[in-house]
């Protein structure tokens, strides 16, 4: 049955032509040439149970653990159901520091996964993106090449659900086709180059989904997600998520992994015993809002 869901500015129905169900791909696991086509195709991969459920779900517990200790927490509720008090605000430090999303993100499950889809040796950037998104939070429209975009061009992003999440917590949502359709040919030659720390631009290319779609084409999808799950996609597929309704956190990770025979991005590994710096100057520079930098792409 279909229901209203939030996505950022819009309200659509979930399942319905502006919000369509992801499909996985499952069924290919043992043909990666099927699988490379069909990434070819949509330009994300859900694969439904790829990590260890039960290690992710101790990844949840340890990170709610970490949020607990700031004292932003619920105390009256139980600890996994991740009920904020109310103006309470999750600090991100030390989120991705605990042993257990370390054990999901760099386990055997993935890490094969990628071996065999890029048929040789992986690398896992170091720096993991951690996050506990509150009511009201989401992400907007953007791609991934603004911010990792200076190594392998056939780097990947591994999107990890910690713990089910439905779409009022609000997971990730793609656009599919937004990689390759004609439509969008002209946003990946200006927007998909930027580069967040040389051009000093916020990354995200809009708040409103709709207009991606109405513009230039593709059609957003999601799921419900399920501990274990995990969504794979490129470095020029546009993405966004859901808006949290509920006043829990909805937990999840993104990690980052390519052939590790290519250039890496430097800003995201480590280097002579040195953590990765991540970004330089977007977040310290004046930055240039994406309404003056799409005026100037005339897009
Ligand atoms: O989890 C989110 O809200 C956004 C995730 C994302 O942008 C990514 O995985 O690149």
């Known amino acids: 049955m279909s229901k ?16 369509v169900e992801m499909r996985d791909c499952n069924d290919l696991l043992d043909d990666i040439d099927e699988l490379q086509a069909r990434f070819a195709e949509d330009g994300y991969l859900l694969v439904r149970g790829l990590h260890d459920r039960g290690q992710v779900l101790a990844a949840r517990a340890e990170m709610l653990a970490t949020i607990r200790d700031q004292g932003v927490l619920d105390p009256g509720s139980p600890l996994d159901e991740g ?5 309470g605000r999750v600090s991100g430090r030390g989120l991705d520091q605990g042993g257990e999303l370390l054990k999901v993100v760099g386990g055997a499950p993935i890490l094969d996964f990628f071996q065999r889809y890029f048929a040789g040796d992986v690398r896992r950037f170091d720096f993991t993106w951690s996050r506990a998104v509150p009511n009201g939070g989401a992400t907007g429209a953007h791609v991934d090449a603004v911010y990792m975009g200076r190594g392998s061009r ?15 917590l609000g997971g990730l949502v793609v656009c599919v086709g937004s990689h390759r359709l004609d439509g969008f040919r002209r946003l990946r030659q200006t927007y998909g180059r930027m580069d967040v720390d040389r051009d000093v631009v916020n990354g995200w290319f809009t708040s409103d989904p709709g207009e991606i779609t109405e513009r230039f084409g593709g059609r ?3 799921t419900e997600f399920r501990a274990g ?3 794979l996609f490129g470095m020029f597929t546009l993405h966004a998520s859901l808006t949290n309704t509920t006043d829990r956190l909805r937990l999840s990770a993104d990690t980052r992994y390519q052939p590790a025979a290519e250039p890496a991005d ?3 590994v480590r ?14 520079g004046k930055q240039k809002s994406m309404t003056e930098a799409r005026a100037a792409w005339g897009i």
């Open 4 to 19: 209203p869901v939030r996505f950022l500015t819009r309200e659509p129905t979930f399942p319905s032509a502006d919000l």
């Open 83 to 87: 009920r904020l008090l109310p103006g």
């Open 154 to 168: 056939r780097l990947m992003t591994c999107w990890t659900p910690l713990g089910d999440i439905d779409t009022a």
């Open 220 to 222: 957003w999808a999601t």
């Open 229 to 231: 799950d995990a969504v």
């Open 266 to 268: 430097e800003r995201w």
């Open 271 to 284: 280097r002579d015993g040195k953590d990765p710096s991540g970004h330089t100057t977007w977040l310290t």
